[in-house]
Structure formats: structure tokens, C-alpha cells
């Protein structure tokens, strides 16, 4: 089922998938949230998740993602992290592990996903059951959970490039930024395409132009964001 991720056509559909992965594999809750920072400040983007509607109100609402845990280290490590009271050190965080707690939150491991292009994200499986008094875990670590992340990550981004408003590319330009992506120079796409080289830089221009950017390095990740490459 996990491979059946990049298949989704919709937003929902994908959410759904999550929690039956989730649920097949003795999970309560399933998240998807990613990240990005704003003029230095840590902010939430697209959240997929079964979560009590409630709970995440309350999240919001009291800015936890300000000092949540799981997104601090989603920004800066792939390694997964287990839900345990070690991680919640500090007064505010203890105050989010307890609410979560209410809502039925109360175990878990997240994964985090990072993409050549910077976006991050995790994903979060969370069971009701609370660890044992000697520390055991209520659940197995998924030896897939990682794959998951990323192709949550990869999909998320193909659908919102699907949704947007991509720049339409001719033919002739989409093949001239490929080529452009594989770094290859003007001359050498000029021989390649069988045009002169002005008229290679004429296209680099107009595709510069539709993606309203400065460079054909900058047009590439565009390209690339939108799902064009």
C-alpha cells in the first residue's frame, strides 16, 4: 500500500491513505504536516491528518509549533524521533504533551522528509496507548515510515503543482530547460536542439520571463516545484 502513495490524484485521497496505513499498522492517528520559515520564523504549511479537530484548534491557537518538539527537529534532522517525556523538557512543551495527551495523543514516532529543494516535512504515527511505566514502547517503529514521509513529501508537491497556476511552456522551451537543468550551456544545447545559440538564449529568456526570475538556474527550480521537469 505504501507504493500506492505517488498514485493519489487529490489531496483527500492522500490523506485517506495515510490513516489506512496508518490504521494497518496499529495506528490511531496518523499527520502529515510540512514546514517552512518566513522572514526567520518557523510556520506550518499543508497538514493531512485524522487528528481531533479540537486538538488541533488548540494547537494553533497557542502556537505550539512554536516550541513543539517534533518540528524542531523535523528542521534539521531524517532521523525519526520517538514521542517520549525526555523530549519535552521545557515548561511549555510539557504543557503540549499533556494536552495532546487528552486528545488521545499519546505515543508516537514522526519522520521527517527533506527534498532537493529545501521543503520539510513529517509525518507522525500516534497510538492512544501510553508507554509502559518501564519505558517500553506500545508500538514497533515502521521500518517503512521514512519511505512514507518522502513520498507524502513528493506527491504534496506534485498536487499543488497540479493546482497551480504553472507557466505554460512550449515543447521546443521544456526541452531547452531540460537540458538547462542538466547543466548543460547554451552552446551545447544549441548543438544538441539544433539551433543556433541565439536563438537557444531567446528561449532561456522567454522561460526566464514566464517564471518571473532573474536566472535559468532559478527557472529550473521553478520548473521543478511545478512538476515540469
Not at 495523543?105 to 521543503?119: C, E, K, M, Q, T
Amino acid at each position: 500500500m505504501v507504493f500506492k502513495i505517488g498514485g493519489c490524484t487529490c489531496m483527500d485521497e492522500l490523506g485517506r491513505m495515510l490513516v489506512d496505513i496508518g490504521r494497518l499498522a496499529g495506528f490511531d492517528h496518523v499527520c502529515y504536516q510540512d514546514y517552512r520559515m518566513t522572514g526567520g520564523t518557523l510556520k506550518s504549511g499543508r497538514t493531512l491528518s485524522n487528528y481531533p479537530e479540537a486538538w488541533l484548534s488548540r494547537y494553533r491557537e497557542r502556537a505550539y509549533l512554536m516550541i513543539d518538539p517534533v518540528a524542531q527537529h523535523a528542521m534539521s534532522s531524517l532521523t525519526p524521533l520517538i514521542w517520549c517525556d525526555r523530549i519535552f523538557a521545557t515548561t511549555e512543551q510539557r504543557e503540549l504533551r499533556d494536552g495532546s495527551r487528552m486528545y488521545g495523543l499519546s505515543d508516537g514516532v514522526s519522520f521527517p522528509a527533506h527534498n532537493r529543494h529545501g521543503d520539510v516535512a513529517c509525518v507522525s504515527f500516534v497510538r492512544q496507548a501510553r508507554a509502559s511505566d518501564n519505558g517500553d514502547l506500545p508500538f514497533a517503529i515502521p521500518s517503512w515510515g521514512a519511505l512514507v514521509a518522502n513520498l507524502t513529501l513528493d506527491t504534496c508537491r506534485r498536487l499543488e503543482a497540479l493546482q497551480s497556476d504553472a507557466p505554460c511552456l512550449s515543447a521546443r522551451e521544456l526541452e531547452i530547460l531540460k537540458w538547462v537543468a542538466e547543466g548543460k550551456s547554451s552552446w551545447d544545447i544549441s548543438r544538441i536542439v539544433a539551433l543556433t545559440e541565439h536563438g537557444v538564449l531567446h528561449h532561456i529568456r522567454n522561460i526566464m520571463k514566464k517564471f518571473d526570475v532573474p536566472t535559468r538556474r532559478q527557472a529550473v527550480l521553478m520548473a521543478s516545484r511545478f512538476g515540469l521537469l
